[in-house]
T-cell receptor, first 111, second 119 residues
Framework: RKEVEQDPGPFNVPEGATVAFNCTYS??????FFWYRQDCRKEPKLLMS???SGNEDGRFTAQLNRASQYISLLIRDSKLSDSATYLC????????????FGGGTRLMVKP | GAVVSQHPSRVICKSGTSVKIECRSL??????MFWYRQFPKQSLMLMAT?????????EQGVEKDKFLINHASLTLSTLTVTSAHPEDSSFYIC???????????????FGEGSWLTVV
């Protein structure tokens, strides 16, 4: 079983749609959680951290459920520019900031 | 924000040769850098953790004699792919942690990545 699992997609949605991604992690020692965005053939870039209380950044909302060990990302009012691969990333306690990446979920927003 | 520079961004080499990839932290000191590899349509896989002034820690299945890592200064780590084979063709990305305390925060910055093609 992978440490961080995501539905690879692709999710094909029209502009303006709301789309949600889920991610599950297996290590209960995971302490920090992030969503990264990776454009084709580019390096990943931090989209947002995920906090236990849930957090929002503009059109993006992230939530964490520690009991069920899953993380979600909600994108509202999708833009064409949101098309990318979204990586769920976990930092395990005591691992010195070593990040474990999920396989990514590909999103394609169409006009 | 902090910047991590990786060079070269693209390299083509012949099978059997070695190629070096550099990862530099431009405006901060990075005691720890990480090297990842990403094959097409797959996720980033950690290869090794590079610590300044000491030997790198390799992940299971990564050959340390094939992927040589040197972290001789607080701003530079290098990955050398030795005796490259076509199956080593991949996207190699480094990242660097800001600050010396591994538990002080989670500020990780990525380099732009290096595309290696072995022919």
């Amino acid at each position: 079983r992978k440490e961080v699992e995501q539905d690879p997609g692709p999710f094909n949605v029209p502009e303006g749609a709301t789309v949600a991604f889920n991610c599950t992690y297996s290590n209960s020692a995971s302490q920090s959680f992030f969503w990264y965005r990776q454009d084709c053939r580019k390096e990943p870039k931090l989209l947002m951290s995920v906090y236990s209380s849930g957090n929002e950044d503009g059109r993006f909302t992230a939530q964490l459920n520690r009991a069920s060990q899953y993380i979600s990302l909600l994108i509202r009012d999708s833009k064409l520019s949101d098309s990318a691969t979204y990586l769920c990333v976990v930092n395990i306690r005591g691992a010195g900031n070593m990040l474990t990446f999920g396989g990514g979920t590909r999103l394609m927003v169409k006009p | 924000g902090a910047v991590v520079s990786q060079h070269p961004s693209r390299v083509i080499c012949k099978s059997g040769t070695s190629v070096k990839i550099e990862c530099r932290s431009l405006d901060f000191q990075a005691t720890t850098m990480f090297w990842y590899r990403q094959f097409p349509k797959q996720s980033l896989m950690l290869m090794a953790t590079s610590n300044e002034g000491s030997k790198a820690t390799y992940e299971q299945g990564v050959e340390k004699d094939k992927f040589l890592i040197n972290h001789a200064s607080l701003t530079l780590s290098t990955l050398t792919v030795t005796s490259a084979h076509p199956e080593d063709s991949s996207f190699y990305i480094c990242s660097a942690r800001v600050g010396p305390n591994p538990n002080s925060g989670n500020t990780i910055y990525f380099g732009e990545g290096s595309w290696l093609t072995v022919v």
